[in-house]
């Protein structure tokens, strides 16, 4: 069973605590050309980062290396202090991905996919059957815990793959487009418990198209373009960068600051 701290978030060592919840340092990955290019970035404990950018501007790329799913060409991933890439073990246990097509074993209910997941993850079976029942409780989908997967709407799926990414309480989650195929109400739930994550000390880093979920809910907004990271800051200070008034949206300032960099 790992160690957890008194919110239920999985510890960190003792060597990472005062640490960045992430840093990357001149992080490139290559397909031929540049998809992500000397990306320096750097997220805070408690901290919910948006990572904006048109398609193949190189969002997914990046939390796929953080992930440990691909190796970067060149640079260096640290998460909590540990190197995610000379201690991969270390650095997932206290990470979690969710990728944007949930990836779910069909054949199991809700349940049964929780308790394998936990079960990869060493947690002990008391604290996973709790931590399940509240995770489905608040997802609202305690009354479909024995259907099976595969019988589940997309937006059910992906509420699943969430409860099953939280399962061993990560310290720094990953989500690409986590609101894609939810409707308002179940959008809300995952919303909500973003934010008591966040509370509880956890870092996020979302990628998304939907603007006004980067504009309500991140605490920062990086905006990456081309593989390169053009922008970064809270809302105001992208405001204040690209010299638009107070009222003008994040999509707005995403566009100005776009076409600006492709001009």
Not at 86 to 100: F, G, Q
Not at 175 to 196: C, N, S, W
Request: glycine fraction near 10%; charge should be negative; charged fraction near 25%.
């Amino acid at each position: 069973m790992s160690a957890t701290n008194g919110s239920g978030l999985r510890n960190v060592p003792a060597e990472g605590r005062g640490s960045p919840a992430l840093r990357l340092s001149g992080v490139s990955k290559f397909f031929g050309k540049a998809a992500v290019n000397q990306l320096d970035l750097e997220l805070a404990p408690g901290e919910l980062y948006a990572l904006l950018g048109p398609n193949g501007a190189g969002k997914t790329t990046t939390l796929r290396m953080v992930a440990g799913l691909l190796p970067p060409d060149a640079g260096k991933i640290e998460i909590f202090g540990i190197d995610a890439w000379r201690d991969p073990i270390a650095a997932k246990s206290i990470t979690a991905w969710l990728p944007d097509e949930p990836m779910l074993y069909d054949k199991l209910d809700p349940f049964e996919y929780l308790e394998f997941v936990a079960g990869l993850w060493s947690v002990e079976p008391a604290t996973a059957l709790a931590r399940a029942t509240d995770l489905l409780e608040m997802l609202d989908l305690w009354k479909h815990r024995h259907e099976r997967c595969e019988g589940f709407s997309r937006g059910m799926k992906q509420k699943v793959a969430l409860a099953g990414a939280l399962i061993h309480e990560p310290r720094l989650l990953m989500l690409d487009e986590p609101l894609t195929g939810l409707d308002a109400g179940m959008a809300r739930q995952v919303k909500d418990i973003l934010v008591a994550r966040v509370q509880a000390g956890a870092a996020i880093v979302l990628t998304t198209h939907i603007l006004e979920v980067a504009e309500r809910l991140a605490d920062r907004i990086g905006i990456i373009h081309h593989g390169k990271l053009i922008a970064e800051g809270t809302l105001e200070e992208l405001r204040a960068r690209t010299g638009t008034a107070g009222a003008s949206t994040l999509e707005d300032v995403f566009l100005d600051l776009t076409r600006a960099e492709h001009a």
